[in-house]
């Protein structure tokens, strides 16, 4: 059974209360209740982890080198436009993943627009609210069990 996990960065843990005009009401455990639904569906394994700190990010995804992880969600939230130190793990672990975001950080401010992980993910989803989270989910489900797709 492949393993997905899925990355919430900082102030993810406010979605529901936090700037709904850009995020949406949905709380974390709402995308995270309907992402187990889909997952399970499918017979994957998924986990989530949330962290509103850089260095345990990197941390996380350095511990899929060993607990069997095949593919990774990330919304990096802010750290999408400023952190090199989890695009050198994601470099370093391998590991496929896809960068999620619920607003379209393209209609934004000009600092969203660049992110230090886009060029090196299978893909990025921008602006769908949770819907970014639930397509990524499909998109990883697909690749993991069906691994002649190209990643
Ligand atoms: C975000 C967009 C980022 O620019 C912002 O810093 C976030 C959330 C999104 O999901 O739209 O924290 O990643």
Do not use: W
């Amino acid at each position: 059974m492949p393993d997905i996990l899925v990355i919430h960065g900082p102030n993810l843990n406010l979605l529901g209360q936090r700037e709904p005009g850009h995020y949406g009401a949905d709380t974390l455990q709402d995308i995270e209740a309907e992402m187990a639904e889909l997952a399970r569906g499918h017979g994957v394994g998924l986990s989530s982890f949330q962290s509103n700190h850089e260095g345990e990010i990197v941390d996380r995804i350095h511990q899929t080198l060993r607990d069997g992880v095949d593919f990774i969600i990330i919304n990096p939230g802010a750290y999408t436009h400023t952190s090199i130190a989890i695009r050198d793990a994601f470099l370093a672990c391998r590991k496929p993943f896809i960068e999620v975001h619920l607003s379209n950080v393209h209609a934004r401010e000009e600092f969203r627009r660049h992110s230090y992980l886009s060029d090196i993910a299978v893909g990025v989803i921008s602006g769908l609210g949770k819907d970014s989270y639930l397509l990524a989910l499909h998109a990883a489900i697909i690749r993991t069990q069906h691994s002649e797709t190209p990643r």
